[in-house]
């Protein structure tokens, strides 16, 4: 894996164009797409057709992001639809290792994500059954928004829970990620890293991924 990925989110592409705009990052590691349902996020945007549809076109493997209410029902589909790695909310989920078993047996990679209050705590134990933790860096729902430097304490303790059970699990940050937030995120132990309207606003795309890219890996803990 490089030492620093880039998954940019499709939530600031143009969704009259998504089949364009996914090539626009075909140098992005990922392609990051955000599921919202109106009932864990008060926001709503694409479901289950659109992301296997996507899957089948996206010249890089799709990383959705499931801010979804019964997500231990619905997760595993977004495996077999075709997205590469499926992240769910630790907050959404009854079961979650049963559930990151399950999508690991459909052979996607299995996320945890925690919004910006839920602490890293309660799941340390449970490290070895995911393959990556999303620390959000803003409230889920909407994208724009700035990032919260309050996460970064948690970022860190993430990683060196990580790194003491001896795993290799990705970190994942999500939400207000530019070049003025990346290296303080990947200094803390962030190596995963979800840029939307910061990639998707450049004037060159490409350009600003390989940026970002550069300005984290300087950061990234070996």
Known sequence: MPSAQISPSILSADFANLERDLHKIATADWAHVDV???HFVP?????LPV?????????????THLMIADVDRWAPAFAEA????????????QAPVR????LRR????????????TPIEPF??????????????????????????????KIRRTREAVSAAGLDVWVQVDGGVSRSTIERAADAGADVFVAGSAVYGADDVPAEIETLRALASAHVHP
């Open 36 to 38: 919202m349902d109106n």
């Open 43 to 47: 926001n709503l945007t694409i479901g």
């Open 51 to 63: 992301v296997e549809r996507l899957a089948q076109v996206s010249p890089v493997p799709i990383d």
């Open 82 to 93: 075709g997205a590469q790695s499926v992240t769910f909310h630790a907050e959404a989920a």
């Open 99 to 102: 559930l990151a078993r399950e």
């Open 106 to 117: 459909l052979g996607a990679r299995a996320g945890l994500a925690l919004r910006p209050a």
């Open 124 to 153: 340390v134990d449970l490290l070895a059954e995911v393959d990556m933790v999303l620390i959000m860096t803003v409230e889920p729902g909407f994208g724009g928004q700035s990032f919260i430097e309050g996460t970064l304490p």
